[in-house]
């Protein structure tokens, strides 16, 4: 069943969205990419004469309250961007009379989910690899399914449309599909949207075929780097990673940011690199800084010789001619990190190359597709938005999809 074939008239409708939202040391929402996303689905409800049961994740409260990361402080805000008034339910596993009270056309958001450790179904307070762990899992495992049936309870409906989180196979992104029939589950218009893209990007490849990596570490890329080994005619690997590179290639990095632990892991992607034909591109050059602040003392330097008490933010000038060189005459893009520290405005220099370039090949008839949370902050802060071909509200489920695994949120639906 797909969403546009229901009519959700009288219905009780819980949906997962991805409210995921980053927020300033105020509470103040600073890129609301997430909520205008799932407005396709939540109007399409409303417009039904449904009611809407909305429930998110945000952040990491590890199954503790944190009222730093409460989902009441965005009711505001969801309720702006449906143009309807939003309650709010301060407890995600007591909303029963909330919901029950729901008249059509009302909308209740639930409060951040992973303040119960249900949500993700990992066990706290135990160590891994223990056997109290295996233990403690099983438990868990059976309390995340009556946490599951509780949010299930609440609605004659569920609606999986965070495809951020669809990767996870958390209570609310997989296990509560379980407590509703093939009739009554599907997913939403982000969601086939989402998926539509990446069969774009792995069906129709069109070359040459550009990635860009950025972001902080390789460890939580390689699965993603050495998958699309076999993808692309060009790969960029740049921000964090770059000064592990360096330093496995025998360069000095000072401060910077390294994974020591991942040299070898990193001379092995640039000798698979080189078996394969593909061009991988490393910055060569760097922004330094004396501090890792904005106003730090800067100057640019090679990657690899980096003095002490310095630490590489930012790629430099020759590494950014070279980015933008790589993406400029390719026929698909896919965009997943920034090239540096781009919350620090005098070191955005390098994501804006990439994200120039990416909009200039767009303009030629590029497919460009722009991926998790920080690249899609760059590409709104450099106001180019509407010059990408498409934006994913996906970071780490991006990657998964792309590197061809099947998404639990997606499987719980479809079988
Ligand atoms: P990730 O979550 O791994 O995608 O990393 C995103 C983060 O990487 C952003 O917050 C960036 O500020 C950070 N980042 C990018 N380049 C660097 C760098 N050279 N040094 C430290 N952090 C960086």
Not at 365 to 388: E, M, P, R, T, W
């Amino acid at each position: 069943m797909t969403i546009n074939e229901c009519n959700f008239k009288g219905q009780k409708v819980i949906v997962r969205v991805d409210f995921n939202v980053p927020l300033d040391e105020n509470g103040k929402i600073t890129d609301d990419t997430r909520i205008r996303g799932a407005l396709p689905t939540l109007k399409k409800v409303l417009a039904d004469g449904g009611a809407l049961i909305i429930m998110s994740h945000m952040g990491k409260p590890k199954g503790k309250v944190n009222p730093k990361l409460s989902l009441g402080q965005i009711t505001d805000a969801v309720a702006a961007a449906l143009g309807t008034p939003v309650k709010f339910a301060p407890d995600c596993a007591k909303a029963q009379d909330a919901a029950a009270a729901l008249q059509p056309g009302d909308v209740l958001l639930l409060e951040n989910l992973r303040f119960y450790p249900e949500e993700e179904g990992k066990p706290v307070g135990v160590e891994k690899g223990t056997p109290e762990y295996d233990a403690a899992k099983k438990e868990m495992k059976e309390s995340q399914k009556e946490f599951a049936k509780t949010l299930a309870s609440y609605a004659d409906c569920y609606v999986m449309d965070a495809f951020g989180t669809a990767h996870r196979r958390h209570a609310s992104t997989a296990v509560i599909a379980d407590y509703f029939d093939a009739d009554h589950k599907m997913l939403g218009l982000l969601m086939e949207k989402e998926v539509t893209a990446v069969d774009n990007i792995l069906s129709n490849i069109q070359r040459p075929f550009t990635a860009i990596m950025g972001g902080s570490k390789v460890s939580t890329k390689i699965g993603i780097i050495e998958n699309l080994m076999d993808k692309v005619d060009n790969l960029i690997l740049c921000g964090g990673m770059t000064y592990t590179f360096a330093r496995a290639q025998g360069g000095h990095v000072g401060n910077s940011i390294c994974e020591e632990d991942k040299l070898q892991l990193a001379l092995d992607v640039i000798a698979k690199a080189k078996e394969k034909g593909v061009n991988l591109v490393l910055a060569t050059d760097c922004v330094i800084a004396d501090d890792f602040s904005n106003d730090a003392n800067t100057k640019v330097c090679p990657a690899g010789d980096i003095p002490e008490g310095w630490e590489g933010l930012d790629a430099g000038p020759e590494s950014r001619k070279a980015f933008a060189d790589a993406i400029k005459g390719s026929k698909t893009i896919l965009w997943n990190g920034p090239a540096g520290v781009f919350e620090f405005d005098n070191f955005t220099a390098g994501s804006r190359a990439i994200g120039e370039a990416v909009a200039e090949a767009t303009a030629e008839g590029a497919f460009s597709l722009i991926g998790g949370g920080d690249s899609v902050a760059c590409v709104n802060k450099f106001g180019l938005a509407d010059k990408v071909s498409y934006i994913s509200t996906g970071g780490g489920a991006l990657l998964e999809a792309i590197e061809g695994k099947v998404l639990p949120g997606i499987a719980a639906i479809r079988g």
